[in-house]
Nanobody, 116 residues
Framework: QVQLVESGGGLVQAGGSLRLSCAISGRTFTIIVIGWFRQAPGQERECVARIIGSGSTYYADSVKGRFTISRDNAKNTVYLQMNSLKPEDTALYYC??????????WGQGTQVTVSS
C-alpha cells in the first residue's frame, strides 16, 4: 500500500503562485510514476504533470511553462510549483502513484482557487 497526502492549496489572485506538496509513505519502492491531476466542477479529471523514476517529466499543454513538477527523494515528497496562475486553474488537485500503466493510489486532494 501507498499513502499520499496533498497540501499547499489555497486561494490566490490571478498571476500568483502556489506550491503543492504530495507526501508519500508506505511501499514507495514500488512506485514508477507520480502524477498531479486536477478536476474542476463539471469537468473531467486531467493529468497536469507527471514524473517517472528516471526523472522524465510530462506537462499538459494548458500548464506547460507555468507549472513545474519535482521530487525530493529524501523526503518522499513530490511538488508542483504553479506560477502565473489563472482562474481556469481553479480545481481540486490530486496526486497519484502508479507502478505501471495505471495509477493505483490517490490522495484526498487539495483545493486551489484562483480569483480574477
Amino acid at each position: 500500500q501507498v499513502q499520499l497526502v496533498e497540501s499547499g492549496g489555497g486561494l490566490v489572485q490571478a498571476g500568483g503562485s502556489l506550491r503543492l506538496s504530495c507526501a508519500i509513505s508506505g511501499r514507495t519502492f514500488t512506485i514508477i510514476v507520480i502524477g498531479w491531476f486536477r478536476q474542476a466542477p463539471g469537468q473531467e479529471r486531467e493529468c497536469v504533470a507527471r514524473i517517472i523514476g528516471s526523472g522524465s517529466t510530462y506537462y499538459a499543454d494548458s500548464v506547460k511553462g507555468r507549472f513545474t513538477i519535482s521530487r525530493d527523494n529524501a523526503k518522499n515528497t513530490v511538488y508542483l510549483q504553479m506560477n502565473s496562475l489563472k482562474p481556469e486553474d481553479t480545481a481540486l488537485y490530486y496526486c497519484a502513484s502508479g507502478t505501471g500503466v495505471e495509477y493505483d493510489y490517490w490522495g484526498q486532494g487539495t483545493q486551489v482557487t484562483v480569483s480574477s
